[in-house]
């Protein structure tokens, strides 16, 4: 089992930064792909960003390739969402998932955890 801990939402301004957290338990952290996803109102979840167990595959959603940056410290067992540029289109709540799967993957039903959300807010 792993428990999801997201952090760092907030209000910013369009152009402004935000930086999120996902704090996972060990020791199956390391183990696993982990991926950003995010649901605006009225809308379903939409995959934004994923890594794999080793760090060494990374894949973005179109609309954030070149704002946002996925990363992972697995000695501190955490995930982080950089996010840069930011547009109103990016408010969302957000959400970090672990597959127990080690592997790069896009696809929302291969994670098995999930976190709880954090809301991003960006005004124009």
């Known amino acids: 089992q792993v428990q999801l801990v997201e952090s760092g939402g907030g209000l910013v301004q369009a152009g402004g930064s935000l930086r999120l957290s996902c704090a996972g338990s060990a020791p199956t952290f390391s183990n696993s792909a982990m991926a950003w996803f995010r649901q605006a109102p009225g809308k379903e979840r939409e995959f934004v960003a994923a890594?794999?167990?080793?760090?060494?595959?990374?894949g973005y959603a179109d609309s954030v390739k070149g704002r946002f940056t996925i990363s992972r410290d697995n000695a501190e067992n955490t995930a982080y969402l950089q996010m840069n540029s930011l547009k109103p289109e990016d408010t969302a709540v957000y959400f970090c998932a672990a597959s127990t799967r080690r592997g790069f993957t896009r696809v929302e039903s291969n994670y098995d955890y999930w976190g709880q959300g954090t809301q991003v807010t960006v005004s124009s």
């Open positions: 890594m794999s167990s080793s760090g060494a595959y990374i």
